[in-house]
């Protein structure tokens, strides 16, 4: 099989697997207890809480541990609004991954005004029209960083310095952003940010919460008033101490391994543009993330067009693994001005660095052939 749905999720790294082992063995201890067993579990847990932060730029003591990247996006935005009763309206784009547009359409059925900002054809929003949506009463702001299905990279620094001046909560849904691109915190004025430990070869069910610090933050689930009182629930040691190795990894991987990445990237698309006549790219004229590649091919559906590439061994997707059983066309494409058919004609191949040039060129060779079995009427050939 060669993997090339990294953006759904990404393969565990040994290095983070050996890491884990032992939370998973004798090394059971509950990080809040206080004799040795929870004493070595609390220190592992703050080690991790060390690599997460400095692969963020940011002081561990704002890290705050989750069980993934849905559940950090919501505690920011509904804890933004439990602390500040008086302000019920939000600020999103219409590009959001799901776990974002979900919640923020179960707002608005709750009494909450949501503004949703289009975007054009490189899928950015008018920065005019974003400053235009900062009102008195907003409670947040909560956008993608890197968009899930196209890459496409939005000016977050910019847009977070605005709503940090008008002294507007700044959520950053960094779920894809963070160790395949730089996330400098101290640089990058954002109130909030979320990210998932699985998007750069960690463990599922494991993602953080960065809340700056003298930000008054309710916190979303209530109990043992763990993580400082910001996340209750005995903590997840195993995943986290995975997560901590990931940053780690993925940090020193930056400089070196995500360029190879983008070469590796680049190089499919070019094959790609020369062995089919017609193909559309989709936010490439942009900044994007490295990884990440999304087109359609007219006139083949791309649910088809998946399934035979799965028969001959390659795994790539039509989106969003998240909301990849929905008959309808891309929510993010459609947002971004494509038609309906040729957003049910396209896939996203995203790459990690744990592929290489040859999976790329197998990728090709197979999606040559899917074409032509779909062509001959035969693709379970």
């Keep these: 099989m060669i993997y090339l749905d990294n953006n759904a999720t ?4 040994p290095l983070v697997r050996e890491a884990m082992l032992p939370y998973l063995g004798e090394k059971f201890g ?6 040795a067993f929870g004493r070595a579990a609390k220190a592992a847990v703050e080690r991790a809480r ?18 993934g ?9 509904r804890g933004a609004l439990a602390a500040q009763p008086g ?28 503004t949703w900002l289009a ?10 029209d974003y400053l235009k949506s900062l009102r008195p009463d907003t409670a947040i702001v909560t956008v993608v960083w890197a968009n899930n299905e196209t890459g496409v990279l939005l000016p977050i620094e910019a847009m977070a310095r605005a709503a940090d001046e008008r002294r507007v909560v700044f959520h950053a849904d960094a779920v894809q952003a963070v160790g395949k691109i730089p996330v400098d915190l101290r640089k990058v004025p954002v109130h909030l940010l979320s990210a998932a430990a699985h998007k750069f070869h960690g463990p599922k069910g494991t993602g953080v919460l960065f809340v700056r610090p003298g930000l008054g933050l309710p916190p979303l ?6 993580e400082r009182g910001r996340r209750s629930g005995t903590e997840n040691v195993a995943g986290i101490v995975g997560m901590g190795a990931a940053a780690e990894l993925a940090g020193a991987a930056l400089e070196t391994g995500m360029p190879r990445v983008a070469a590796m990237r680049d190089a499919f698309e070019a094959g790609v543009r020369e062995r089919f006549a017609g193909v559309r790219f989709h936010g490439d004229q942009g900044p994007r993330l490295p990884n990440t590649s999304n087109f359609a091919l007219p006139g083949l559906p791309s649910r088809d067009l998946l399934a035979v590439l799965d028969h001959l061994g390659v795994a790539c997707s039509i989106g969003s693994a998240c909301s990849s059983g929905a008959p309808d066309a891309s929510h993010v494409l459609r947002a971004m001005g494509v038609l309906e058919e040729e957003a049910k004609s396209s896939l996203r191949f995203s790459f990690s660095r744990m592929n290489t040039p040859a999976d790329a060129g197998g990728a090709l060779s197979a999606l040559s052939e899917a074409i032509r079995r779909m062509a001959s009427g035969a693709p379970g050939d």
Excluded: M
């Design 30 to 35: 509950n990080p809040s207890s206080p004799h």
């Design 50 to 67: 060390g690599q997460v932060g400095f692969l963020l730029g940011a002081p561990p003591d704002a890290v705050v541990f989750t069980g």
């Design 221 to 226: 689930i209530l109990g043992g008033d763990q």
């Design 10 to 13: 990404t393969p565990p790294d």
């Design 87 to 114: 302000k019920r309206h939000i600020v999103t784009t219409a590009i959001e991954h799901s776990a974002t547009k979900v919640l923020c359409e179960q707002l608005a059925r709750e009494g909450c005004e949501v």
């Design 69 to 77: 990247g849905t559940e950090s996006i919501n505690t920011a935005v």
């Design 119 to 128: 975007v054009d054809q490189a899928g950015q929003p008018d920065q005019t």
